[in-house]
């Protein structure tokens, strides 16, 4: 089958190792059963598509080294290929006839990453060259892999968890380098390591409470209630620490989305501009130039961030204006933090606080622009009540200093950038652990009010199976289907 072919016929190729659970055909749609066979040997490029200076192939399965060794010639007298070694070498097609010059390693199990057969072709860096190797292999009985199915498999085998199967992904598509060396972190395994120890006490409290259940009629003496409590608090608090950093984790991964708000003309699209670099939006000194809704992301020193630029905000009787001023308010909902523009040379005014009655509610920076009219301007309540910063657009004076206030607005000032940092940045992480929060809750008010420890123990059970969720152990096939589709093919 050829390398289209078999992109094409993927989805057949989805099947459980066991028999018993094979995808049920449900209202003639085949459910996809996410266990892989790794009786199969898959293969996929590990590089991008296009020209480069090279490309990797990889092949992993137990028929890896077999069908490296049918097509991969190396130079020189080797009677066998050593594991991890790379080697020179020409891959031939079944003809004999040459495809191209090329290294070629061979990865035994389990030293490897999927800790399968590992067989990897640097071939030259022609989406042609590529084609050809795949389409061989294919012929040859390889399949091609699924999205994400070299991770799925490491994570199938043991040698990685979920949570570190996610930050392959995740390092992958990091665009700043914080959210790089986080991900970074979750792959080496340090959030897992946390995880584990929240299991672990949870587990010991578990068999405190079971004990007892089993233990009955035996003479012990059952665990005060009290001490229950205090173990759930412990393991509370610490749960706590972690989710407390999930809204800078959630910025450094996801960006910030920042919405550039003001009336009419205080230089908002001056700002977009001159953070941006390049003059993206129509700059001119008449009152309602931006009608529609700008978006551009950009990294403010290292910050990945979302900038919405909008209409200025005031009353007005032109209705295309009136459409802009409506989608401006309605966008300051959605945005992590609000960047209100007022003039250094003016009072603010009716408009102005038109615009701040927008976003009242939001996260809120007072950026004072163009101070190069005038120094300084006297601000009384409500306008004193924010922080601010000043700054002129137009000629890029204290930028580093609107960043600065951004940043630690944000709270994202120091700390997040330590190497050593665990930070919780998946939505999916967040959630299990609030509801383990919330399991452990329950077990609490329940050692209060008395109940027995069979209820005592449900409780436990379900905070396990939550935390279980970061790391794997009791995530549901949808959702590990979720995970690994929304990797790359090859990786
Ligand atoms: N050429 C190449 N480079 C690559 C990869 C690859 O697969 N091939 N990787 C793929 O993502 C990344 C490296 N990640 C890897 C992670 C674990 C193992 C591995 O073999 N682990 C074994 C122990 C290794 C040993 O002891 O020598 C294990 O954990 O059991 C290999 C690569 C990035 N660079
Ligand atoms: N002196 C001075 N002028 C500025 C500064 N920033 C912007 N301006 C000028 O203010 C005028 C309005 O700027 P814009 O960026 O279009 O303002 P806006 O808030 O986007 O306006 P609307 O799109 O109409 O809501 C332009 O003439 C800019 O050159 C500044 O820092 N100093
Ligand atoms: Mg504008």
């Keep these: 089958m050829s390398y289209s072919a078999a992109v094409a016929d993927q989805d057949a190729r989805y099947y459980r190792t066991d028999p018993g659970t094979r995808p049920s055909e449900e209202n003639g749609c085949r459910v996809k059963g996410l266990i892989v066979n790794t009786e199969k040997t898959i293969i996929a490029p590990a590089t991008p598509p296009g020209e480069g200076g090279l490309a990797v192939v990889r092949l992993s399965g137990p028929s890896s080294e077999e069908l490296l060794r049918r097509f991969f010639k190396p130079s020189g007298k080797f009677p066998s290929l050593d594991s991890h070694r790379l080697y020179h070498g020409h891959l031939v097609d079944a003809n004999g006839s040459l495809i191209d010059e090329v290294m070629a390693v061979i990865m035994r199990s389990p030293r490897t990453f999927t800790r399968e057969d590992v067989a990897e072709i640097h071939c030259h860096g022609g989406p042609l060259i590529v084609q050809q190797i795949l389409d061989l292999f294919i012929d040859a009985g390889a399949i091609l892999a699924q999205p994400g199915e070299f991770t799925l498999r490491a994570f199938l085998n043991g040698r990685i968890d979920l949570a570190q199967a996610e930050a392959v992904a995740d390092l992958i598509h990091a665009r700043s380098v914080s959210a790089q060396r986080v991900a970074l972190n979750q792959l080496q395994g340090k959030l897992s390591q946390i995880i584990r120890i929240y299991h672990r006490q949870v587990v010991d409290l578990l068999a405190l409470v079971e004990a007892h259940i089993d233990f009955l009629e035996e003479d012990i003496s059952p665990p005060q209630p009290d001490v229950l409590c205090r173990s759930a608090e ?94 401006a308010r309605e966008k300051a909902g959605s945005a992590d933090l609000v960047l209100l523009l007022i003039n250094a040379d003016q009072h603010p005014d009716q408009d102005d606080l038109l615009a701040l009655d927008s976003c009242r509610d939001q996260k809120l920076l007072l950026v004072i622009n163009k101070q190069d009219l005038s120094p300084s301007v006297q601000l009384s309540s409500p306008w004193s009540d924010y922080p601010r910063v000043f700054i002129s657009a137009k000629y890029r004076q204290n930028i580093d200093g609107l960043i600065e206030a951004v940043r630690d607005l944000a709270g994202l000032s120091g700390g997040a950038d330590s190497s050593e940092s665990v930070m919780l940045y998946e939505r999916r992480h967040y959630q299990s652990l609030l509801q383990a929060k919330s399991c452990l809750q329950r077990f609490i008010s329940g050692c209060r009010a008395g109940f027995g420890f069979e209820l005592l123990a449900l409780d436990l059970r379900d905070t396990l199976r939550a935390i279980g969720l970061i790391t794997g152990e009791t995530t549901p096939d949808q959702v590990l289907d979720r995970i690994f589709s929304r990797f790359c093919i090859g990786k």
């Design 234 to 327: 412990d393991i509370i608090e610490a749960i706590e620490d972690l989710i407390a950093g999930f809204n800078s984790g959630r910025m450094i991964h996801d960006g910030l989305r920042i919405l550039l708000a003001g009336k009419p003309n205080v230089g908002k699209s001056s700002l977009l501009n001159c953070l941006l670099g390049e003059s993206r939006a129509i700059v001119s000194p008449s009152a309602g130039t931006t009608r529609d809704i700008i978006e551009e992301s950009l990294l403010l020193h290292d910050l990945p961030v979302r900038l919405i630029d909008t209409a200025g905000i005031r009353h007005t009787d032109d209705s295309v204006e009136q459409e802009g001023v409506r989608r």
